[in-house]
């Protein structure tokens, strides 16, 4: 097949907004990176999905007719128009530079993810694909997830294939790829291996909490959305007891493959209660850096490069907790040509033409899935 373009959207647990990007690829290699850009929502927007966001229990298997049920439609219908007008857009971005997108990747808005509940995983994201489909007059791939949970695999992390096909550009390898968004994840890469489902070319999965418990932190004392330029926790103390109190340990050392729901290690906030902002911001951080760098147990050998990407990247203070604890050189993802704000974005792009091939999404390497996993619907318009 050849290389074509497709358009990525991605709306992470921080649910700030809509990140959107176009990759042209074959599914295999990357050719090229089109435009891409961050769509903010808006004061007031998507309060339905937020309320399903916020506790999506009232709403799982909710009755027809019922309260709940109309809530949940409309956070269905919310999530879809709004990846609809980030995808316009865009397009009239890409319409300017000759990349005209014949597939969309749409990965949804992640409520619930339990792949592991012992009455049978399953894991849940908002978004009505063939809506989408319909809205945009072009094919979109989506429900990327649920293939490989029903398989017995945790459906997390999808990133490790891009990530692969991102060593094989860069031309180095093995390296790690962090990213830090609400939940951290890291994917060792060795681009030497014949494709990213062979054994020994990938291992992937959750580290732990990234930005999520900090975030939640400074809402909670400040009204920010987060810890800015990690400013807070640089001028706060690690309090070493505290971090004592919670069971985010047994996860680090827990081998892959292992995922996490954005909200799995609330009680680590609770051990903050009593902690100045900043305390609570430094030793937040810290837990979050010290999961990171847990990775390096479970890894196949070390890799030489940790190249940062997400949100997290940009929280100087916790980058260099991080890079005082791995054993490697630490970088921005910019420090090596990539994106690391789009690279979820690209990512969804890249397996939505995987997914047009049939190819496989998931390994028993990333995600514990018995074998090779294809995965994804397509609706057509």
């Known amino acids: 097949m050849a290389a074509i373009w497709a358009l990525g959207l991605m709306s992470g647990t921080s649910f700030d907004g809509i990140d959107a990007a176009l990759v042209k690829t074959d599914g295999e290699s990357v050719e090229a990176f089109g435009p891409g850009a961050a769509f903010d929502y808006a004061p007031g927007e998507m309060e339905a999905a937020r309320a399903v966001h916020r506790d999506w229990r009232p709403y799982r298997g909710a009755a027809a007719g019922s309260e709940a049920a109309a809530t949940l439609a409309r956070a269905q219908a919310e999530v879809t128009a709004a990846h609809a007008a980030a995808s316009a857009r865009l397009l009239a971005r890409a319409e300017a530079a000759l990349a005209r997108p014949e597939v969309v990747g749409f990965h949804g808005q992640t409520v619930a993810h339990a792949p592991d509940d012992p009455q049978g995983g399953w894991t849940w994201q908002l978004g009505d694909g063939a809506g989408l489909a319909r809205a945009l007059n072009r094919p979109v791939a989506w429900d990327f997830r649920s293939a490989d949970v029903a398989a017995g695999g945790q459906g997390a992390p999808l990133a490790p294939f891009y990530h692969f096909a991102l060593a094989r550009t860069l031309g180095r390898g093995p390296v790690c790829f962090l990213n830090l968004g609400g939940v951290g994840n890291v994917s060792w890469a060795d681009p030497e291996a014949e494709g990213p489902e062979a054994p020994g070319a990938l291992v992937g999965f959750d580290t732990g909490p990234a930005n999520a418990l900090v975030d939640d932190w400074m809402r909670a004392r400040?009204?920010?959305?987060?810890?800015?330029?990690?400013?807070?926790?640089?001028?706060?103390?690690?309090?070493?007891?505290?971090?004592?109190?919670?069971?985010?340990?047994?996860?680090?050392?827990?081998?892959?493959?292992?995922?996490?729901?954005?909200?799995?290690?609330?009680?680590?906030?609770?051990?903050?209660?009593?902690?100045?902002?900043?305390?609570?911001?430094?030793?937040?951080?810290?837990?979050?850096?010290r999961c990171a760098a847990g990775a390096q147990a479970h890894l196949p050998k070390a890799a030489a490069t940790w190249i940062l990407c997400g949100g997290g990247r940009l929280n100087p203070t916790l980058a260099a907790m991080i890079a005082g604890q791995v054993e490697a050189e630490v970088l921005p993802a910019e420090a090596l040509g990539l994106d690391g704000d789009l690279m979820e974005a690209q990512c969804f792009a890249y397996l939505a033409v995987r997914a047009l091939r049939g190819l496989p999404l998931s390994a028993p390497a990333t995600t514990g899935v018995p074998a090779p996993m294809p995965g994804g619907r397509i609706s057509r318009p």
């Open 222 to 289: 400040t009204g920010e959305s987060c810890d800015r330029d990690g400013a807070a926790a640089a001028a706060g103390r690690v309090h070493e007891d505290r971090l004592r109190r919670n069971s985010i340990e047994a996860f680090v050392v827990r081998r892959p493959p292992k995922s996490l729901d954005r909200n799995e290690f609330a009680q680590a906030l609770e051990a903050m209660e009593g902690l100045s902002t900043e305390d609570g911001a430094a030793t937040l951080t810290a837990l979050s850096a």
